[in-house]
C-alpha cells in the first residue's frame, strides 16, 4: 500500500481463503485501495466489513466512499446521471474539505451538456467564494475557469457563471 500498488493490495485481499478473518489493518489498506481505484461498491462493502453495525461510524472514511460513488458517475453516459452527480459535487464545494472536488468541477466545464456545465459552475462559484471568505489575503481558488465560463455557448452556463462572480463579490 505505501508504494502505492493498491492493485497489489486488492489482489491479495482477495485471494485470502474465505474462512481467513482479515486484520483490522488490511481491511483499511484494503479499503482505501479500492477508493484510490474509485472502486465504490467494493470499498463500502470492505467499509462494512471493517466497521460491523453498532460500531462508531468513521466520518472521514464514510465521506470518501460517498465521494467515490459520486465521482464515479461524473463521466456516465446518461445526461441526468451527470447533472446529479455534478449538483452534489457543487454541494460539496460549499464546504471546507473540498480539494477534491475542485479538479472534477472543472472537468465538469468541459462536458457536452450545457446542464452539467452550469452545475460545474455553481460548484466553482462556491469554491471561490468559500476561500475567499476563510482566506481573504490569500484566494486558494481563483475565479479564472469563471471567466472563461462566461464565453460559452449556453446561456444557462454564462448566467450560472455571472451569478457566481458576483456572489464571490469578483468585480
Same mark, same amino acid.
Given at each position: 500500500?505505501?508504494?502505492?500498488?493498491?492493485?497489489?493490495?486488492?489482489?491479495?485481499?482477495?485471494?485470502?481463503?474465505?474462512?481467513?478473518?482479515?486484520?483490522?489493518?488490511?481491511?483499511?489498506?484494503?479499503?482505501?485501495?479500492y477508493?484510490r481505484?474509485?472502486?465504490?461498491?467494493?470499498?463500502?462493502?470492505?467499509?462494512?466489513?471493517?466497521?460491523?453495525?453498532?460500531?462508531?461510524?468513521?466520518?472521514?472514511?464514510?465521506?470518501?466512499?460517498?465521494?467515490?460513488?459520486?465521482?464515479?458517475?461524473?463521466? @456516465?453516459?446518461?445526461?441526468? =446521471? /451527470? !447533472? #446529479? %452527480?455534478?449538483? $452534489? &459535487?457543487? +454541494?460539496?464545494?460549499?464546504?471546507?474539505?473540498?480539494?477534491?472536488?475542485?479538479?472534477?468541477?472543472?472537468?465538469?466545464?468541459?462536458?457536452?451538456?450545457?446542464?452539467?456545465?452550469?452545475?460545474a459552475?455553481?460548484?466553482?462559484?462556491?469554491?471561490?467564494?468559500?476561500?475567499?471568505?476563510?482566506?481573504?489575503?490569500?484566494?486558494?481558488?481563483s475565479?479564472?475557469?469563471?471567466?472563461?465560463?462566461?464565453? @460559452?455557448?449556453a446561456?444557462? =452556463? /454564462? !448566467? #450560472? %457563471?455571472?451569478? $457566481? &462572480?458576483? +456572489?464571490?463579490?469578483?468585480?
Amino acid at each position: 500500500f505505501q508504494r502505492n500498488q493498491y492493485d497489489h493490495v486488492i489482489r491479495l485481499f482477495e485471494t485470502l481463503p474465505s474462512d481467513h478473518r482479515p486484520s483490522g489493518e488490511l481491511l483499511r489498506v484494503t479499503l482505501l485501495s479500492y477508493l484510490r481505484l474509485g472502486q465504490a461498491e467494493a470499498a463500502l462493502k470492505t467499509y462494512a466489513r471493517l466497521v460491523p453495525p453498532g460500531h462508531q461510524d468513521n466520518p472521514r472514511w464514510l465521506r470518501d466512499v460517498a465521494l467515490s460513488f459520486i465521482t464515479s458517475h461524473a463521466r @456516465d453516459t446518461t445526461e441526468h =446521471v /451527470r !447533472i #446529479a %452527480a455534478f449538483t $452534489a &459535487l457543487a +454541494d460539496l464545494a460549499s464546504r471546507e474539505e473540498n480539494r477534491e472536488v475542485r479538479p472534477l468541477l472543472e472537468d465538469g466545464l468541459l462536458d457536452s451538456s450545457p446542464l452539467v456545465r452550469a452545475r460545474a459552475v455553481e460548484g466553482l462559484g462556491k469554491l471561490v467564494e468559500h476561500n475567499r471568505q476563510s482566506q481573504p489575503s490569500h484566494p486558494a481558488v481563483s475565479s479564472q475557469s469563471l471567466k472563461r465560463a462566461l464565453d @460559452d455557448s449556453a446561456p444557462a =452556463v /454564462r !448566467i #450560472a %457563471a455571472l451569478n $457566481a &462572480l458576483g +456572489d464571490a463579490k469578483d468585480s
